[in-house]
């Protein structure tokens, strides 16, 4: 084996990847890096635990295991033990309700119970350097604002995440399952190679996050 397989090797090991002369120690969820251009989903953020692969603003699961009772289920279990707080796309008019901006799939794990100043960190694989268009499955009860940050640098600044409120809408707690897809949202730059990204929630909080998408644009 060679120095440089041997380094890598030793930092696979300790569980530490150097990027940019910042030592990270959180790694990918089930080793399995998620890669650009396509989608990030963001329940399958890093391993690490508080204040390495993410910061919750408390250390329950709001969803799994709470409001998604423990019945062994993959679905309901979900992280369970972890802060950043999960749920999934549901049927009986739950998540496919009439107020749906765009109807989302069933079954589809997502992170909610945001707040300002909680962020989640995804190791991910850039095949190809490039301007990409980003987009996000999201609900949102009023307006919010997310930011991007990759290798602890911003990408993007504050970005407005409109409010999927419906004045229609007669059950208050489905104000949280108005789906939309906010379709290129930041034209963003990025290199190749295995990078940190970070998701900021930045105001309001009282979103959910379904998916990121990267599009390659040039
Ligand atoms: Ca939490
Ligand atoms: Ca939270
Ligand atoms: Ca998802």
């Not at 940190?196 to 309001?204: H, P, Q």
């Amino acid at each position: 084996m060679n120095k440089t397989k041997s380094f890598f090797l030793s930092a696979i090991i300790l569980g530490t990847l150097n990027l940019f002369g910042q030592n990270y120690n959180g790694h990918p969820w089930h080793d399995s890096t998620q890669s650009i251009p396509g989608k990030i989903q963001c329940e399958f953020y890093d391993e690490g635990g508080q204040g390495i692969a993410y910061h919750d603003s408390d250390i329950a699961n709001n969803g799994s295991g709470k409001l998604n009772p423990d019945d062994g289920t993959y679905y309901n279990t979900f992280r369970k033990n972890e802060g950043v707080d999960i749920s999934y796309t549901k049927s009986n008019e739950i998540d496919n309700n009439p107020y749906n901006i765009v109807l989302p799939e069933m079954n589809q794990l997502y992170v909610g119970w945001t707040e300002p100043d909680e962020w989640i960190n995804y190791t991910i694989d850039i095949k190809k350097e490039g301007t990409y268009q980003l987009s996000l499955m999201y609900t949102a009860n009023a307006d919010g604002k997310i930011s991007l940050s990759l290798d602890g640098k911003d990408l993007t600044g504050p970005i407005l995440i409109r409010s999927t409120y419906s004045f229609a809408e007669n059950i208050a707690w489905r104000q949280w399952h108005h789906w939309n897809k906010a379709e290129n949202i930041a034209n963003i730059k990025l290199p190749a190679g295995k990078h940190i990204l970070k998701l900021c929630t930045v105001d309001n909080g009282n979103m959910n996050y379904d998916y990121l998408e990267f599009k390659l644009s040039k």
